[in-house]
């Protein structure tokens, strides 16, 4: 792999004029810029069948193979990245009452990933029914999670058009005949829900009772208080069970995408103010690919929003 990312000191001073990318995720924008950007194409395909190296002119076939374990881990963690960024477009502290998070569980050891989405399709057809009767409707993100046996649970974020309504667990159960159901509120006082929830989805609880098999230990040990009590998880341990190629979350049409512009890195930083967020944090990188003699400085500075209004920017 030529492209090497080294963590460096964030710059004392940027260049206002600097040309840099906002993107707005609800509660929290990120502003980030790069010394360089990297837009030479390093081939161009001929066919299906055939591309041609732009360095060299050398024309090479197309090597048609499945995803490995590893490409199928960073293509895993990509998409939790997307899901985080969609949630936070959606949930914020201003419409958190209005939010349920279910899990679907199953009473069998259910590995087939067509079937869940193929269930819950035909479960969201009779929860809207069920709940158009009471006047409400919503937009969801569902996505997948597997457990160290291989078997699949679904969860579900349902944003509802006002306050969500209470239903017992056991009438949403039998609306999804499968298995059981868990339903949780949101707490609106977590102001990066998105990180949160993928964090629910994707690390690994070290139960002192449960054996841990060598396949996802590897990750990063951490300990974690949960409602004051002390708990070690394994981070991205999740992400390891899950089979190649499954598709991790799917979301209704109604559901809201980050907005992305560029500007001026001057103008962004005017815009975050005036709409009251402030900055919680910021790295930098040193990005470097060797085949193609270039280097770029990469900036990331993170903003949050702690009142309880919001207006897009771009």
């Known amino acids: ?17 600097t040309t840099a990318t906002l993107k707005t995720m609800g509660n929290i924008q990120e502003i980030s810029l790069s010394s360089n950007r990297n837009n030479g194409k390093t081939i161009v395909p001929l066919s299906k069948e055939e591309f041609v190296v732009v360095s060299t002119g050398e024309v090479k076939k197309v090597q048609h193979h499945a995803l490995d374990r590893t490409e199928n881990l960073r293509n895993l963690e990509k998409s939790m990245r997307s899901l985080s960024d969609l949630i936070n477009s959606n949930i914020t502290f201003d419409n958190a009452e209005q939010c349920r998070f279910i899990t679907f569980t199953y009473k069998e050891n259910m590995r087939d990933s067509k079937k869940l989405y193929n269930d819950f399709k035909n479960f969201n057809k009779r929860f809207k029914r069920f709940l158009s009767k009471k006047g409400y409707k919503y937009e969801y993100i569902i996505t997948v999670e597997a457990q160290e046996r291989g078997a699949f649970h679904l969860h579900g974020i349902f944003i509802f058009n006002r306050k969500a309504p209470y239903i017992d667990n056991k009438i949403v159960a039998d609306i999804w005949g499968l298995g059981f159901v868990s339903i949780k509120s949101i707490d609106k006082n977590i102001d990066n829900i998105g990180k949160y929830l993928t964090a629910y989805l994707t690390d690994f609880p070290i139960d002192n009772d449960l054996e841990v098999s060598p396949e996802i230990v590897g990750g ?24 190649v190629g499954i598709r991790m979350f799917r979301h209704s049409r109604g559901i809201k995408k980050p907005t992305v512009c560029r500007l001026p890195y001057g103008e962004a930083i005017e815009l975050v103010s005036k709409q009251g967020f402030t900055k919680v944090g910021e790295y930098a990188l040193e990005i ?9 400085n990469y900036v990331k500075q993170i903003y949050k929003k702690h009142i309880n209004t919001y207006e897009s920017i771009c």
Do not use: C, H, Q, W
Not at 291 to 296: I, N, P, T, V
């Open 1 to 17: 792999m030529s492209v090497i990312k080294r963590k460096i000191d964030v710059p004392d001073t940027i260049d206002l004029y």
């Open 220 to 243: 990063e040990i951490k300990e974690i208080s949960v409602m004051g009590n002390s708990k070690k998880i394994i981070k991205g341990a999740r992400l390891k069970m899950l089979p």
């Open 288 to 296: 470097s690919d060797i085949e193609r003699d270039f280097k770029s």
